[in-house]
Structure formats: structure tokens, C-alpha cells
């Protein structure tokens, strides 16, 4: 895990496909909001985190570093314009684009 701007982190998971980092994210998004922070700022009245995913399994010919980094970044601004409080995969934001 790591900090990537502002209030955003990475977290690498090797060996991890699509759906099982679909899932750590989830459970990552539950647990914080099961730990009830007060957030004042948030309609919701409680810290939440939103998510975007993106997994490099299998590989493709044109995937790099940042271009797994910016699919996921892509993914996150989906989940925020979603509605925030939520998990998105960058496969998500292909289907919605077609």
C-alpha cells in the first residue's frame, strides 16, 4: 500500500485477478465504514472511501505501470461520480462506455 496523491492510496495485491481485488476492495469499504468515523463533511455523516480497480491479469501486450495506474484512476472517478461509497472496476467503466 501506498500514498498516490492527495487522499488517494495504491494497493498492489500480486497474483490477484479481477474479481479477488474486487473484493479486497470491498471488504476494505466495509471495514471502514463499520468503524463509524464521524465525518461532518460527508452526507452520509461518516467517513466512507470510494474505490477503482483494475487488475493486470491476465496480461495484455499493451499494459504498463501507469497504464494500469491511470485505468484504476479512471475506475475511481467513476465511483465517485456514482455516488461515492462504492467499488468500480475499470472493466465497469468500459461497458459503460460502449
Not at 13 to 39: C, F, S, V, W, Y
Request: charge should be negative; glycine fraction near 8%.
Amino acid at each position: 500500500m501506498a500514498r498516490y496523491g492527495g487522499e488517494e492510496i495504491v494497493v498492489l495485491l500480486p497474483n490477484t485477478d479481477l474479481l479477488g481485488a474486487m473484493k479486497i476492495a470491498e471488504d476494505i469499504r466495509m471495514t471502514i465504514r463499520a468503524l463509524q468515523i464521524e465525518h461532518k463533511g460527508n452526507p452520509a455523516g461518516l467517513m466512507t472511501i470510494s474505490a477503482g480497480v483494475n487488475a493486470l491479469m491476465p496480461a495484455r501486450a499493451e499494459d504498463t505501470s501507469f497504464s494500469i495506474v491511470n485505468d484504476a484512476d479512471k475506475a475511481l472517478y467513476l465511483a465517485k461520480s456514482g455516488g461515492r461509497d462504492c467499488v468500480c472496476s475499470y472493466n465497469a467503466l468500459i461497458e459503460k462506455w460502449k
